[in-house]
T-cell receptor
Framework: AQSVAQPEDQVKVAEGNPLTVKCTYSVSGNPYLFWYVQYPNRGLQFLLKYITGDNLVKGSYGFEAEFNKSQTSFHLKKPSALVSDSALYFCAVRPYQAGTALIFGKGTTLSVSS | GAVVSQHPSRVICKSGTSVKIECRSLDFQATTMFWYRQFPKQSLMLMATSNEGSKATYEQGVEKDKFLINHASLTLSTLTVTSAHPEDSSFYIC?????????????FGEGSRLTVL
């Protein structure tokens, strides 16, 4: 079965500190991997994706993620957190078949304190 | 980026009534749209895949007679919750993938908060 795991329900960091939100995946074939952010009562905003190429992917708002095939991970990172980064973050995977929907992890709430 | 508009953003209805939620791709065509449901503090559950000009494909456990999906054009899909009950109260989010731009990501609407009294 194809799935995405976000092992942490919540991540807390202080403003200015680096942050990491973890994600591991299980899919057959080469995956497309994504990170989205959701603010309260809003839809999802696309942050970044990995399809192929460099393992380190840079995205919106200073976020980046590192694809690690051997560990089947795609952790989201940011060198210096902002209070405004506080939100719900979803990792997602798209199976290699074209036209298919994304499979989402359960989400991780990021809380950045000032 | 591609914009998906969802309407209404909030709706309150009485038990037994039907509610229609619209999902429009504003600046691109979408042969396929996806409807998700999100429970409080939970992840997104795929309900169905909406295909333009054909019947929607429902995920296991989703009642197709209760959640009617129509995808009449390349820019509009609608979800109708029929004979709504309080347990249907939820946050419904639509998404679409831009045709000819199959780089994988989905573009999401802002969601519709349904409250059934």
């Amino acid at each position: 079965a194809q799935s995405v795991a976000q092992p942490e329900d919540q991540v807390k960091v202080a403003e200015g500190n680096p942050l990491t939100v973890k994600c591991t995946y299980s899919v057959s074939g080469n995956p497309y991997l994504f990170w989205y952010v959701q603010y309260p009562n809003r839809g999802l905003q696309f942050l970044l994706k990995y399809i192929t190429g460099d393992n380190l992917v840079k995205g919106s708002y200073g976020f980046e993620a590192e694809f690690n095939k051997s560990q089947t991970s795609f952790h989201l990172k940011k060198p210096s957190a902002l209070v405004s980064d506080s939100a719900l973050y979803f990792c997602a995977v798209r199976p290699y078949q074209a036209g298919t929907a994304l499979i989402f992890g359960k989400g991780t709430t990021l809380s950045v304190s000032s | 980026g591609a914009v998906v508009s969802q309407h209404p953003s909030r709706v309150i209805c009485k038990s037994g009534t039907s509610v229609k939620i619209e999902c429009r791709s504003l600046d691109f065509q979408a042969t396929t749209m996806f409807w998700y449901r999100q429970f409080p503090k939970q992840s997104l559950m795929l309900m169905a895949t909406s295909n333009e000009g054909s019947k929607a494909t429902y995920e296991q456990g989703v009642e197709k007679d209760k959640f009617l999906i129509n995808h009449a054009s390349l820019t509009l899909s609608t979800l109708t919750v029929t004979s709504a009950h309080p347990e249907d109260s939820s946050f419904y989010i639509c998404s679409a993938r831009a045709e000819g731009l199959d780089t994988g990501e989905l573009f999401f609407g802002e969601g519709s908060r349904l409250t059934v009294l």
